[in-house]
């Protein structure tokens, strides 16, 4: 299994609601990413997980929250957004954060920020 | 600082026609890792190849095949005899270090169409 998948596939929310945005990969990969990619633009990083720890956040705002419960699992919980971080949030994860392995991405979550 | 360059913004061509994308990049660091992906329009990222700092050798995969020139920090991506499947946003990446892991600085893309 070579795959990351990332739910849901689109949300809508307003900015007064809250949801979360779930990554999962079972390739015993240790660590893994939040990217954010505006309408042509390139994806930023937001976030870096290394066994389960955060080791990198990219000064990104408390509205976004990242969580690792366990080393399969990424999630990304959304309070209180801005229309401007309507875009697309893509996960990847890689087998560790020391070395650049080929990081697998999943096909994204489109928000929409009303 | 690492930085990647993608001067071409769009590019159209000609189905069975040759492109080349271009890269140019910029790290003072002497390990580092060039990634080629392709975006299509559904937007999940198409990983399509991996070269390290160390690894100056041309590679060709079926139509794809890349340059990796140090001299000129340039990592450029041809496709030969284009299809209209070729049609999507192309980016570079460079990830610098050894212990950076895949944190990717991507260059603006590049989109190719590719018209029957």
């Known amino acids: 299994d070579t795959e990351v998948t990332q739910t849901p596939k689109h949300l809508v929310m307003g900015m007064t609601n809250k949801k979360s945005l779930k990554c999962e990969q079972h390739m015993g990969h240790r660590a893994m990413y939040w990217y954010k990619q505006k309408a042509k633009k390139p994806p930023e990083l937001m976030f870096v997980?290394?066994?389960?720890?955060?080791?990198i956040n990219e000064s990104v705002p408390s509205r976004f929250s990242p969580e690792c419960p366990n080393s399969s699992l990424l999630n990304l919980h959304l309070h209180a957004l801005q229309p401007e971080d309507s875009a697309l949030y893509l996960c990847?994860?890689?087998?560790?954060?020391?070395?650049?392995?080929?990081?697998?991405f999943g096909p994204g979550t489109r928000l929409t920020v009303l | 600082a690492q930085k990647v360059t993608q001067a071409q913004t769009e590019i159209s061509v000609v189905e069975k026609e040759d492109v080349t994308l271009d890269c140019v990049y910029e790290?003072?660091?002497?390990?580092?890792?060039l990634f080629w992906y392709k975006q299509p329009p559904s937007g999940e990222l198409v990983f399509l190849i991996r070269r390290n700092s160390f690894d100056e050798q041309n590679e060709i995969s079926g139509r794809y095949s890349w340059n990796f020139q140090k001299s000129t920090s340039s990592f450029n991506f041809t496709i030969t005899a284009s299809q209209v499947v070729d049609s999507a946003v192309y980016f570079c990446?460079?990830?610098?270090?050894?212990?950076?892991?895949?944190?990717?600085?991507f260059g603006e893309g590049t989109q190719l169409t590719v018209n029957p």
């Open positions: 790290t003072r660091d002497t390990t580092y890792y």
């Open positions: 990446a460079l990830s610098v270090g050894e212990t950076s892991g895949s944190r990717l600085t």
């Open positions: 990847a994860s890689s087998q560790d954060n020391r070395t650049p392995y080929r990081p697998f």
């Open positions: 997980y290394s066994y389960e720890k955060l080791s």
